[in-house]
């Protein structure tokens, strides 16, 4: 039975029109105590609707949280392929139909959080068209609903909380795009034209490699991506949502071919700039609570 109470609403909810994406380091000079006044004060403003929060390792160190997986982000660096692990603080994902409410919301937010953490980086992102990725196929096709996917982007320990996994994924469209259309829609391993699946595509599509009942045990995620571009880059800002690292551990090292040598063929147009994994914990009263782990 769900109890949408207990968690951040907008890990659950649609993806918005708007998103942007502020990633914070912790201060050097940050005590404990005043961490954690800083996360009290900040509460007020997050709804876990409007705005998500992802806790990092170092805070969690710094709070001394206990009762959370580790959040060792998955790093690879072969011939074919380079996966970065690039850890913050602290995450916070704005959503808004109106982009000028989450610019007022990203200021108040700033200033709280400045007494201890500094702005890492700022990535502004949206929905486009219905949800597809920039290089016009549909994303998160294969993404659980209802109470499925409440079950699966929400652990039971402690309740309400979820593991975040997040890449800024680089995109290069203009080498994609000039790809025969068979060869584009066997890179993904669906048909751009009506989003169906192709029975003959190659165990590198990556509709393959990343078939989340393809593995042993069955492994889901709740995808909640975005596209993103400034200037000349360009590409997806990947969101996953589970109760538990491993499920992404489990999909990232099928991608990357850790076991059988066959790399997905994302990895053909584009790559991932960062990496990381953070807790979202789960809410109270309307307020995110971190009192299960501290």
Same mark, same amino acid.
Do not use: C, W
């Given at each position: 039975m769900m109890d949408l109470g207990i968690v951040q609403s907008g890990i659950f909810e649609d993806v918005p029109k708007h998103g942007r994406f502020l990633y914070f380091q912790l201060k050097h000079d940050a005590t404990a105590e005043a961490l954690t006044n800083c996360l009290n004060d900040v509460a007020q403003d997050i709804d876990g609707q409007t705005a998500v929060i992802g806790l990092g390792d170092a805070c969690l160190a710094k709070l001394q949280a206990k009762g959370v997986e580790p959040l060792e982000f998955p790093m690879y660096e072969t011939r074919d392929v380079q996966v970065p692990s690039t850890p913050a603080a602290l995450l916070l994902w704005l959503r808004a139909e109106d982009q000028g409410d989450m610019i007022h919301l990203a200021q108040t937010l700033l200033s709280k959080l400045s007494a201890c953490f500094e702005l890492q980086s700022n990535i502004e992102a949206f929905t486009y068209k219905e949800g597809r990725d920039l290089t016009g196929y549909e994303d998160g096709t294969e993404n659980p609903e209802g109470e499925e996917a409440f079950d699966v982007a929400f652990s039971q320990s402690p309740a309400g909380g979820s593991y975040l996994a997040i890449q800024q994924w680089q995109h290069d469209l203009a080498f994609f795009k000039s790809k025969p259309q068979q060869e584009q829609d066997h890179t993904i391993?669906?048909? #751009?034209?009506?989003?169906? =699946? #192709? &029975?003959? %595509?190659?165990?590198?599509?990556? *509709?393959?490699? @990343? =078939?989340?009942?393809?593995? &042993?045990?069955? @492994?889901? #995620?709740?995808?909640?991506? /975005?596209?993103?571009?400034?200037? =000349?880059?360009? $590409? #997806? /800002?990947?969101? %996953?949502?589970? $109760? @538990? @690292?491993?499920?992404?551990?489990?999909?990232?090292?099928? /991608? *990357?071919? =850790?076991?059988d040598g066959i790399v997905d063929n994302l990895f053909t147009f584009t790559r991932p700039l960062t990496g990381a994994f953070f807790w979202c914990p789960p809410m109270k009263a309307g307020r995110f609570d971190l009192s299960s782990i501290v």
């Open positions: 391993g669906r048909r #751009l034209s009506d989003n169906e =699946e #192709l &029975d003959d %595509a190659p165990e590198s599509a990556h *509709v393959k490699r @990343t =078939e989340q009942e393809g593995f &042993d045990p069955e @492994t889901f #995620l709740l995808r909640r991506s /975005m596209a993103y571009g400034d200037g =000349e880059k360009a $590409g #997806l /800002m990947f969101l %996953a949502f589970a $109760g @538990t @690292t491993e499920s992404f551990k489990r999909i990232i090292a099928k /991608m *990357v071919g =850790e076991e």
